[in-house]
């Protein structure tokens, strides 16, 4: 699901570019927390917290908050008291939020800070930039590090495969720095991003790679270290989404494959099939008597499909043909753009390959590597040719 919604926003979003150089790497990064909820109430349990506002300042052991977005000010409420601030700061705690639309608490530690902006908060968690590192990690790559059956595997695969993984996280945050600045945060927690589920559970406090790669480019420029699920066997080049991108040299595109065969044949994901219905098709395109629907490709991805109905031909981008299809039937209907189309009276079969974009790194082909003895750095070379990849402390 994560990975087609990524698939959806990255085509509609025209690239960010920093030029943050290797050298300039952070201790702390920024992240919007509840972002997908945009929430004008918060419910905040903070402990070992120091918390200020308005002048004041104390230090708290366990302390229950409620606060409230008022135009560009905060309504801060506990127990029977209340005050008004232009913004609340929780420093070194833990903290468990709460919101009126998903009132399952979410677990965060680091340093909180809430504004409001036009009636709603704006919630800023500052975490140590590791720290965020094996969040995100945990959050994007989660159940690839417990494969069904560990017989038979190199016994260091998952502390090569860890390293590979912080490396894509670490290197795609720090290439993307400051994408929220405008906002008063780096990075958003949402796929539009990584994905960030707040507080590292206890099981994944293992994780912690022995090695420490930040990817880069000849210029020491951080590489934007794309990844998708599956590729189907196809790695794609960014260029198929953004026509200009730079530097798409440094991404492997054609066949995913070693001694020829196919690395993430044995993914759940590496080839789907989904119907959909004439009746379904016509309403995600708002459509009328459709009769033609042709994808165009460049290599072996759609890049946008041709229709035709009772008004005459069509086009549209195959991003917002997979957000509309998504919104419709759910964003697991077509889960990537790689895919045919068979037509009949009922409707349209497709038939694909793969899961997400297929640009990048392939979290079900690197593994495989990982599993048949390839190192880190083999991997990482292997999906990013060309780059550099700088150890760091
Ligand atoms: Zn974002
Ligand atoms: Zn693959």
Redesign the pocket.
């Known amino acids: 699901m994560r990975y087609l919604s990524k698939l959806v926003g990255l085509g509609f979003l025209f690239l960010f570019s920093n030029s943050l150089v290797a050298d300039q790497i952070p201790n702390k990064i920024k992240i919007?927390i509840l972002?997908k909820y945009s929430p004008d109430t918060v419910h905040i349990i903070a402990k070992n917290s120091r918390i200020q506002y308005s002048g004041k300042n104390s230090l708290e052991k366990d302390k229950t908050i409620l606060v409230r977005a008022e135009e560009d000010q905060i309504r801060i409420i506990y127990g029977a008291k209340n005050s008004r601030s232009e913004h609340i700061l929780f420093s070194g705690g833990e903290y468990e939020l709460e919101v009126p639309k998903d009132q399952t608490p979410k677990k965060y530690s680091g340093d909180l800070e809430i504004i409001s902006s036009k009636g709603k908060l704006k919630l800023i968690l500052t975490v140590p930039l590791e720290e965020y590192v094996q969040i995100g990690m945990t959050s994007e790559f989660g159940d690839l590090f417990y494969p069904k059956n560990e017989k038979d595997l190199n016994p260091n695969w998952k502390q090569e495969y860890l390293i590979v993984a912080s490396a894509m996280i670490r290197s795609y945050a720090l290439a993307?720095l400051g994408?929220?600045s405008k906002e008063g945060h780096d990075?958003?927690?949402?796929t539009?991003?990584l994905q960030f589920s707040g507080k590292l559970k206890k099981e994944n406090i293992q994780f912690s790679p022995s090695k420490k790669i930040l990817l880069q480019d000849k210029s020491g420029k951080v590489l934007e270290t794309f990844f998708h699920s599956t590729c189907g066997g196809n790695l794609s080049s960014p260029s198929v989404l953004w026509k200009n991108f730079k530097n798409p040299q440094y991404y492997r595109s054609g066949p995913d494959t070693k001694g020829g065969e196919i690395q993430c044949r044995n993914s759940p994901y590496f080839s789907w099939e989904t119907f959909i219905s004439k009746e379904e098709m016509e309403t995600a395109l708002q459509a009328k008597q459709l009769t033609e629907l042709e994808p165009k490709y460049s290599e072996s991805r759609v890049t946008s499909l041709d229709y035709k109905d009772y008004s005459g031909k069509k086009n549209i981008q195959a991003s917002e043909f997979l957000s509309k299809i998504g919104k419709l039937l759910g964003w697991n209907k077509t889960k990537s753009n790689d895919f045919k189309i068979e037509i009949s009276t009922r409707g349209f079969y497709l038939k694909g390959k793969g899961f997400g974009h297929g640009i990048g790194l392939c979290q079900y082909g690197a593994r495989e590597m990982a599993f048949r003895d390839a190192k880190s750095e083999e991997i990482l070379h292997f999906y990013f040719p060309g780059a550099e990849l700088r150890p760091i402390q």
């Open positions: 919007g972002s993307n994408r929220h990075l958003c927690d949402l539009h991003c």
